[in-house]
Structure formats: structure tokens, C-alpha cells
């Protein structure tokens, strides 16, 4: 069981501004603990299951954060951005205080399942090629998928800052148009390069799935959840367990 710890200190992990800030939300009767009114920022409070209710708003306490997002079109995986707003924007502001990070990069017109975190070996660990998780991309082209383009896909394709191929590891043909691939590496623009390597295109670009965990069905377009051990147990599965 995890020590006690104060209020104040609680607030702070979270991302509730400075411990000074969250002292004062405390003073100011903006924080229940589990429900009841907290009155001592000093107090110390057992964090197993903890339920915060800051502003009127319920935050569960989470000493490291696993967020899964379902990222919409027309947003960039970055703070500093370029073209287009920052999907950090579309996240509750304790989330962008407490160092969230986007674990991996999704293009800004591609769209589905994003991983969010704060724990830099999760990062490490679902972004690293050795650890063989597959990310799978439903790819929507303009011209017809062939089967000799999937055999190129799955046999491997050398893009131009490379010479080492990268390769699908497994391929699903949904329709005439679309492509389920799964990919473990993450380098720039692959699936897009991929693709345009075996003389077809992307249109459209959806990631549907990371190790053995699917994007929900119901969380919608520029919704997030939080992620819990039996979620990161699926996407911690390799493609080859
Ligand atoms: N590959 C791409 O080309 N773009 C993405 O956003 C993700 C993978």
C-alpha cells in the first residue's frame, strides 16, 4: 500500500498548477476528497482509489496517466505547432501541466487511436521496434489495392532515407479500397511512404488498434478515457506472442 500523501502534494502530481495554486483551491473549498470537503491542504490521504473533486469536476488520482484518445483530423501531435491546433488543446488542462505526452506522432489528417502518457518508459516501450508491438492502420486509397502491392508491403519496401526495408507485418484486405496493415516501427510518415512505394496512394488514414488493444467503440471523436492495468496488459502484447 502507498504511503499517505499530503493534499497539496496530491493536487500538484495531478497537474493542478503550482503547490502554492493548489493550496489555495484547498482553502478556497474547490477540492473534495472522495467526496467530502477537504479543509487541510497538509493533510495526508491515502491515494488507492482516490477521487478528487476539483472545480466541481471529478478527476480519479492516477500516479502515472495512460490516456487513449481518439484523435480527429486537422490536429498535430505537438505543442509547438505549425498548420493546425494541438490535440493537446482538445485535453483537459491538468493533462498538459503534468508533462502529457503523446506517444507517438499521428500525421495531422490522420485520425483514431492515440496513446497519451507521462511515463517515459511506457513511451519507450510501445514506440520501440524491439519490443514488436504492431500498430494497425485501416489505409482508404484512390486506386485499387493489388495483391502484388500487399506481397511488396509484407516482403518489404526500402524508402528513401533508408536502406534498411521496413515491412508490414501483416496485411488484411477490406475492400477494394481499404487495407488493414500492421506496422511495429514508427519512422516518418511510414504507412504514407509505404504505400506510395508500391505505386498506390493514401487517402485516408485511421489506427485502429496498438498490441492487442482496440480503439473503443465508443468513444467518439475528440473523447479520451483513461487506460487501467488489463489495458495496458493488451497493448503490451507483441505481434509475436
Ligand atoms: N504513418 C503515416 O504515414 N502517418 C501516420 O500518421 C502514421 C503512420
Known sequence: MAKPISLEKILFSQGFGTRRYCSDLVYADLVKVNGVLAEDPEERIATEGLVLTVEDRDWEYHEKAYIAFNKPENYE?????????SVYSLLPSPFVERGLQCVGRLDFDTTGLLLISDDGQFIHKMTTPKKNIGKVYEITTPEPITQSQIDHLLNGVVLDDDPKPCF??????????????????????????????????????????????LMPTDLAEGEWRWLYPQDLQMLSKSVAA
Do not use: F
Open 168 to 213: 508490414a507485418v501483416a496485411c488484411n484486405q477490406l475492400t477494394e479500397y481499404t487495407l488493414a496493415m500492421t506496422i511495429v516501427e514508427g519512422r516518418y510518415h511510414q504507412v504514407k511512404r509505404m504505400m506510395a512505394a508500391v505505386g498506390n496512394h493514401v487517402a485516408k488514414l485511421h489506427r485502429t488498434e496498438i498490441g492487442a488493444y
Open 77 to 85: 501531435c505537438s505543442h509547438k505547432t505549425t498548420h493546425h491546433p
